[in-house]
């Protein structure tokens, strides 16, 4: 089994993302398929409390040396609402 380590960003719930949010609860409640634009607007995904995730590729390059290896993230190049940054290894 291998392991890898992923990088995501989140912009914060800002008033459309507790919008879309009552509607994917009302839908799931009722039994009903999320609407494609509320499943588009969280990317295909349950919502995340921590916000919006934003694709941050490239802003990140592979890092290695003799005693690790991961992602090295350049936050100047990350956009200013950008408030949440998750590193997690998935198997």
Request: charged residues 30%.
């Amino acid at each position: 089994m291998s392991m890898s380590t992923n990088v995501v960003a989140f912009r914060p719930a800002d008033e459309k993302w507790k919008q879309m949010k009552a509607v994917y609860d009302a839908c799931d409640k009722a039994g009903v398929s999320i609407p494609e634009e509320v499943d588009d607007f969280f990317n295909g995904e349950p919502p995340d409390e921590a916000g919006v995730e934003v694709a941050i590729a490239h802003a990140m390059q592979e890092w290695n040396d003799d005693g690790g290896e991961g992602y090295e993230v350049d936050i100047s190049k990350l956009p200013k609402d950008i408030k949440i940054i998750r590193f997690y290894n998935s198997w």
